[in-house]
């Protein structure tokens, strides 16, 4: 039982690059969701998504894309790098019409851009 | 906008000791709250989930209370070991399942 499955572990970028962070999840959940942790901080919210082709913002979504195909799969992308989008990316799932509900974590993307 | 405070920001304990940690929010309206546990380098783990009609949970060692109406959660951990050092994220749960998350505690538990 794979749960939520995040790709690559470990990505550097340049400045400009664009890239998809990509997150998988086989627990038929619908809800699913992006974070980004920075040192000393807690994880902020970037893009949040509570169904299949249903995708809204977060807290800090400038600078970066999200779209929702499939129930299984919540792809991140960043458009053009920046250095600012340094950080720890984390993707979450959770269930639906539940309200008290558990959300389960991948194990991160820890991406620098230079 | 809802704000989770966690305090203290960083705690070193020996062995041994009882401790709590404590988690504060200013929205009331939340569907749940869960304490997480981070090593450095590492993903969250989730040890304690504290349904708003509840007001506490165990797991082992660990209790979570949560009063919803004052804002706080509080994670007690008894006979603190070394290998309970780590990060400590408390999160609470909000419309659309999306999760507002403290800063954390950095817990040192020294042998």
């Known amino acids: 039982n794979a749960g939520v499955t995040q790709t690559p572990k470990f990505q550097v970028l340049k400045t400009g690059q664009s890239m998809t962070l990509q997150c998988a999840q086989d627990?038929?959940?619908?809800?699913m969701s992006w974070y980004r942790q920075d040192p000393g901080m807690g994880l902020r919210l970037i893009h949040y998504s509570v169904g299949a082709g249903i995708t809204d913002q977060g807290e800090v979504p400038n600078g970066y894309n999200v779209s929702r195909s499939t129930t299984e799969d919540f792809p991140l992308r960043l458009l053009s790098a920046a250095p600012s989008q340094t950080s720890v990316y984390f993707c979450?799932?959770?269930?639906?019409?539940?309200?008290?509900?558990?959300?389960?974590f991948g194990q991160g993307t820890r991406l620098t851009v230079v | 906008k809802q704000e989770v405070t966690q305090i203290p920001a960083a705690l070193s304990v020996p062995e041994g000791e009882n401790l709590v940690l404590n988690c504060s929010f200013t929205d009331s309206a939340i569907y749940n709250l869960q304490w997480f546990r981070q090593d450095p380098g590492k993903g969250l783990t989730s040890l304690l989930l504290?349904?708003?009609?509840?007001r506490e949970q165990t797991s082992g060692r660990l209790n979570a209370s949560l009063d919803k109406s004052s804002g706080r959660s509080t994670l007690y951990i008894a006979a603190s070991q070394p290998g309970d050092s780590a990060t400590y994220l408390c999160a609470v749960m909000e419309y659309g399942n999306k999760l507002v998350f403290g800063a954390g505690t950095i817990l040192r538990v020294k042998s």
């Open positions: 504290i349904q708003s009609s509840q």
């Open positions: 627990m038929n959940h619908e809800y």
């Open positions: 979450a799932s959770s269930e639906r019409g539940i309200p008290n509900t558990e959300a389960f």
